[in-house]
């Protein structure tokens, strides 16, 4: 360990989020570690040097770097690629962004928009309008006559559908639509308009939406280039709100961990990122296959190094075949989703997750209300594969029965919540439950059984504070209602789901996850103490300063620079 420090930032409230650590004021690093944690008298009386920098903090209040456990963070960046309608509140708004791209763009070329709506939900699309509603092709053929132009919907993920598309004459005949087209798959309708043909625009109820993977196979993908340049734009977005480390278990396409390896291979990953496969096998036979043969590199803890790795693989449970079968067709585009959809009967999971523990990889599931069933496979599997110290993962946690609370703590997994997601964007209807949504997401019955929860964004917002408070209110959108009281966490617990508890995903609960020396001085300054602030302004809390492994890749522009 060094006997200086290249640098102190002092003066401050530092939670270490380490159990039965002392309050400390200031923090030593040198390289990417931390060297000294404590009060500012000691650590710049033992860590100090002539040429130490000196990082005044102010009474800010420093955390952990973030670890989001569910961040498709890839997703952000790529919203910044296309032109916003945001600030669109009139059809004369929309068409005038659509004018504009026309002179910018070449004839001929593609002019595609983000959706109509308030980002970064997108909550109503055409309701949002003054004229409550989308569009025609004719409107957009007056500003737009020499490209094809597709406004799209949403992606069901950030919002609720139905999700509202609009394409002028061009786009709508690049794609052979026509009065009798009719789509291969439910829940898309082609708006007819009283001239008997396509009035432009499609309405669409699917959640995960297939529109351009069905009828609009035209509509340009993003490629890779747009990928790579998504995710360099996403991680100054990410790392503005403290986040340091990402988890992808949701599983990622081989197409986006290509895209990350670019990245990481360049230098430019800033971000700990941890991923896992998203398989594009149909069955049992190519799936033992890929297991043996081709996914060697993702067994156990999984090979990388401390800036990128891939550990394991992504199976889901239920899941639509209809979705499944549209978006392997046309693989490697995954669209927003940045991973490969599935549809497995309970069945077919207990078969992948036999053999991925045959093949000692990490088996990563959404569950959401499936979780006893997931757990009953898991204990099957236990019997022949132990699973205690594998770290399987179970994500997106829904209802959690009492009973199955000892079962998870006994396989060693580990579980991961998307409380904002969950509780505030769709929790509505758990209110009615006999118990009054006390085992929706049931974060604190998990914590006093010893379970280290660990929290994510899943991108709607990007803000891990926005699941930090979801956590500590509990409270749905349309109402404001409390769903689970006796489920509601402390500050300092939520903040733990969103730190600490993070690193045990990856088994680096050594390296990261609390200000301890001998760590990664990954390292987070807020703008505000999330301890003393009311609950509404967590919503709002941001990073000043954010370092990871000792470098600063963000920092508020208002704030001094280091001295």
Same mark, same amino acid.
């Given at each position: 360990m060094s006997d200086k420090a290249d640098l102190i930032l002092h003066g401050g409230h530092v939670l270490t989020m380490a159990p039965g650590a002392a309050p400390a004021q200031a923090i030593a690093i040198a390289g990417d570690r931390i060297v000294?944690?404590?009060?500012?008298?000691? @650590?710049?009386?033992?860590?100090?040097?002539?040429?130490?920098?000196?990082?005044p903090l102010e009474g800010r209040?420093?955390?952990?770097?973030?670890?989001?456990?569910?961040?498709?963070?890839?997703?952000?960046?790529?919203?910044?690629? %296309?032109?916003?309608?945001?600030?669109?509140?009139?059809?004369?708004?929309?068409?005038?962004?659509?004018?504009?791209?026309?002179? %910018?763009?070449?004839?001929?070329?593609?002019?595609?928009?983000?959706?109509?709506?308030?980002?970064?939900?997108?909550?109503?699309?055409?309701?949002?309008?003054?004229? +409550?509603?989308?569009?025609?092709?004719?409107?957009?053929?007056?500003?737009?006559?020499?490209?094809? @132009?597709?406004?799209?919907?949403?992606f069901g993920n950030w919002g609720v559908p139905p999700g509202y598309s609009a394409l002028n004459s061009l786009a709508l005949k690049h794609n052979a639509i026509h009065a009798d087209t009719c789509p291969d798959c439910e829940g898309?309708? #082609?708006?007819?308009?009283?001239?008997?043909?396509?009035?432009?625009?499609?309405?669409? =109820?699917?959640?995960?939406?297939?529109?351009?993977?069905? #009828?609009?196979?035209?509509?340009?993908?993003?490629?890779?280039?747009?990928?790579?340049?998504g995710l360099r734009r996403s991680l100054p977005l990410y790392h503005a709100f403290g986040t340091t480390s990402v988890y992808e278990g949701h599983g990622s396409a081989p197409e986006t961990i290509a895209v990350y390896r670019s990245l990481w291979e360049a230098g430019e990953l800033t971000m700990r990122t941890r991923l896992c496969v998203s398989p594009t096998w149909n069955d049992a036979a190519e799936a033992r296959l890929a297991m043996r043969d081709w996914l060697s590199y993702a067994r156990g803890q999984g090979l990388g190094d401390p800036w990128f790795s891939?550990?394991?693989?992504?199976?889901?449970?239920?899941?639509? &075949?209809?979705?499944?079968?549209?978006?392997?067709?046309?693989?490697?585009?995954?669209?927003?989703?940045?991973?490969?959809?599935?549809?497995?009967?309970?069945?077919?999971?207990?078969?992948?997750?036999?053999?991925?523990?045959?093949?000692?990889?990490?088996?990563?599931?959404? @569950? #959401?209300?499936r979780l006893s069933e997931v757990l009953d496979v898991f204990e099957a599997i236990d019997q022949r594969f132990p699973l205690a110290r594998r770290r399987w993962v179970v994500e997106h946690v829904g209802r959690v029965d009492l009973a199955d609370v000892p079962r998870i703590k006994r396989l060693g997994l580990r579980v991961t919540t998307i409380p904002?997601?969950?509780?505030?964007? +769709?929790?509505?209807? %758990?209110?009615?439950?006999?118990?009054?949504?006390?085992?929706?997401v049931a974060q604190r019955s998990l914590l006093e059984a010893g379970i280290? #929860? $660990? &929290?994510?964004?899943?991108?709607?917002?990007?803000?891990?504070?926005?699941?930090?408070?979801?956590?500590?209110?509990?409270?749905?959108?349309?109402?404001?209602?409390?769903?689970? &009281?006796?489920? %509601?966490?402390?500050?300092?617990? $939520?903040?733990?789901?969103? =730190?600490?508890?993070?690193a045990f995903l990856s088994f680096e609960e050594d390296r990261k996850g609390t200000i301890a020396a001998g760590k990664w001085a990954d390292l987070a300054v807020l703008t505000a103490n999330p301890l003393d602030v009311p609950d509404e302004a967590l919503l709002t809390l941001q990073a000043s300063l954010?370092? @990871?492994?000792?470098?600063?890749?963000?920092?508020?522009?208002?704030?001094r620079v280091a001295t």
């Open positions: 000294g944690v404590g009060t500012d008298a000691d @650590v710049r009386s033992q860590w100090q040097a002539a040429d130490t920098r000196l990082e209040t420093v955390i952990p770097g973030v670890i989001d456990a569910h961040a498709h963070m890839e997703r952000e960046g790529l919203k910044t690629l %296309r032109p916003s309608l945001a600030h669109a509140r009139r059809l004369s708004d929309v068409l005038d962004v659509i004018r504009r791209e026309a002179q %910018r763009v070449p004839k001929g070329q593609w002019i595609i928009t983000m959706p109509v709506g308030q980002p970064p939900f997108y909550f109503g699309g055409p309701s949002t309008l003054a004229e +409550n509603r989308m569009p025609n092709r004719h409107e957009l053929d007056a500003v737009a006559p020499d490209h094809p @132009v597709y406004i799209p919907g949403l898309i309708n #082609i708006e007819i308009a009283a001239d008997g043909q396509p009035s432009g625009v499609i309405v669409e =109820t699917n959640k995960r939406p297939l529109i351009e993977f069905s #009828i609009l196979s035209q509509v340009p993908a993003f490629n890779f280039s747009d990928r790579q340049e891939v550990s394991g693989v992504f199976i889901g449970l239920g899941g639509s &075949a209809a979705t499944a079968r549209a978006v392997r067709k046309v693989l490697p585009n995954t669209g927003w989703s940045g991973f490969v959809e599935w549809a497995n009967r309970i069945e077919d999971f207990h078969d992948y997750a036999w053999l991925a523990a045959e093949f000692d990889l990490r088996v990563h599931s959404v @569950v #959401i209300d904002f997601y969950m509780l505030w964007k +769709n929790g509505a209807s %758990r209110l009615q439950e006999e118990d009054g949504g006390n085992r929706f280290e #929860i $660990a &929290a994510g964004s899943d991108n709607i917002p990007v803000s891990p504070f926005s699941a930090v408070w979801a956590s500590v209110v509990r409270a749905e959108r349309t109402t404001g209602a409390i769903i689970g &009281a006796d489920q %509601r966490l402390s500050r300092m617990q $939520a903040l733990e789901t969103v =730190t600490r508890n993070g954010t370092l @990871v492994g000792g470098r600063e890749v963000h920092r508020h522009p208002v704030d």
